[in-house]
């Protein structure tokens, strides 16, 4: 039979072979390529480019025209076509219930978060561009274990993590029927980690510049940290009971982790974050006496025991704010100094910068501006936001009250630079001291511009 099979192959011209098998499914081509020897030749041996260019671009968006940070693509290069394409194809399977020896579950999360890194940038916001790496990846992850919290410290979990935060609970909000209820439990139970891991003072030292970075010299993302941040706000805007809420809320889509894709406008390059403008920033915050409570004393088996926030008493402060931003020279700033603290100390060995990548297309960025709540109280801005070692733009600002800086913002971009989903981060005091309090925030561009009189009652 095989030999029956090779001489029928063998009298096919290639090209036919190969433009008949771009029309099937990646796992067709592939069980195909399993039928004979003459067949594992023309798929693998060599592979291909065509054929596996093809097949890819059903699928997935041209990583040529993915947006990079940090580097320049190399059009001479050779992009690996088939390997990317059935890597991502065994991570689904994984994701599936499938067992794939050859891939460890990293292998399979790093996958996964390079079809994130390869979705295009926006370029016209008012044309109709969906990205199919966003389609392909929503569609694989619902109902999907792959992400599932592992309770542990590890690269692996830093993954787990910034994979939960782009999905940003879409894929469990989307869930109907028979698995709500599950499912609810599920996103409470996740509420309650998020919270005890976002009130625990501890992780607001020096040593991780009071946000949401791991403890090094550099600021290296915690998407530990930040899929906190993340699930606590999002669950409180859920509650809010005005209906305006469910409409000022921050996009939670694949789709708006694309770069340039925050604004309906016409993208300013110099303003490569997409800084100016008008902003909705959502601020949570505990009463003080129970973040005390909470980090200090026995309460519940405490100190910092998840039971405390399961008292159906207990309550969590939202805050819808208004941020209106523009650049401005490093100059006019009055705290500029607090605003570059820490940024350009050197490593002990090695003397490696710890303030952003060599990038020249993005240099960092300083702007001032205002902040209006619900209840009047308006405070001055002034910040800046740079690249950090990996390639995530950070944010960092003073709220300023009467000439005093009282407090300050560490934020993280999510998803690509000037993405529709925004920035996430931590507020805290701008002194520092020991005890004071701290909370998420999740500001981005709404649609529209907040209007005082009906979103803010």
């Not at 796992?27 to 065509?50: L, M, N």
């Not at 020096?206 to 669950?235: C, D, F, I, T």
């Amino acid at each position: 039979m095989a030999s029956t099979s090779l001489s029928i192959l063998a009298i096919i011209p290639p090209e036919i072979a190969e433009h008949a098998l771009s029309m099937c499914r990646v796992k067709d081509v592939v069980s195909f390529s399993e039928t004979c020897w003459g067949a594992y030749r023309i798929v693998h041996d060599p592979p291909p480019p065509q054929l596996w260019r093809r097949l890819f671009l059903t699928k997935f968006d041209d990583p040529w025209k993915a947006f990079r940070i940090g580097d320049k693509a190399d059009t001479s290069a050779v992009y690996n076509w088939r390997g990317v394409l059935i890597r991502r194809y065994q991570a689904a399977q994984v994701a599936h219930g499938k067992d794939v020896p050859q891939l460890s579950r990293k292998d399979v999360l790093e996958a996964f978060l390079s079809v994130v890194w390869d979705i295009p940038p926006l370029i016209d916001p008012k044309e109709d561009d969906t990205s199919r790496n966003a389609v392909w990846l929503s569609l694989t992850l619902r109902n999907s274990k792959i992400i599932t919290t592992h309770q542990h410290w590890s690269d692996e979990y830093q993954l787990e993590a910034q994979l939960r935060a782009y999905v940003a609970l879409g894929i469990d909000s989307a869930t109907h029927g028979p698995k709500l209820r599950s499912v609810y439990s599920r996103l409470e139970a996740r509420r309650t980690g998020s919270r005890t891991y976002t009130y625990n003072l501890e992780h607001y030292k020096e040593r991780n510049h009071y946000g949401p970075y791991l403890y090094s010299p550099k600021r290296r993302v915690n998407w530990v940290h930040v899929e906190a941040l993340m699930n606590v706000v999002q669950s409180n805007i859920r509650e809010i009971p005005h209906q305006w809420a469910q409409e000022v809320a921050p996009p939670v889509n694949l789709e708006f982790l694309r770069a340039n894709s925050s604004s309906t406008e016409t993208h300013n390059p110099v303003d490569w974050a997409g800084v100016e403008g008008s902003w909705a920033r959502y601020v949570c915050f505990m009463d003080y006496r129970e973040l005390f409570a909470f980090n200090f004393t026995s309460m519940y088996g405490g100190p910092r025991n998840p039971a405390y926030f399961n008292d159906p008493s207990f309550r969590e402060a939202t805050r819808l704010i208004r941020l209106d931003l523009k650049l401005t020279s490093p100059d006019k700033l009055k705290f500029r100094g607090s605003m570059d603290a820490g940024y350009d100390i050197a490593e002990e060995q090695g003397g490696e910068s710890v303030s952003s990548t060599s990038d020249p297309r993005y240099p960092t960025l300083y702007f001032t501006g205002s902040s209006r709540g619900s209840i009047g109280n308006e405070a001055t801005i002034e910040g800046n936001v740079r690249l950090g070692v990996d390639k995530v733009p950070l944010w960092r600002f003073v709220s300023i009250y009467d000439g005093h800086a009282q407090w300050s913002s560490e934020g993280v971009q999510i998803g690509h630079v000037n993405s529709a989903m925004g920035v996430v981060g931590v507020w805290t005091s701008d002194t520092h001291d020991e005890g004071d309090p701290a909370g998420p925030f999740w500001f981005w561009k709404p649609t529209r511009p907040l209007d005082e009189a009906n979103d803010f009652m």
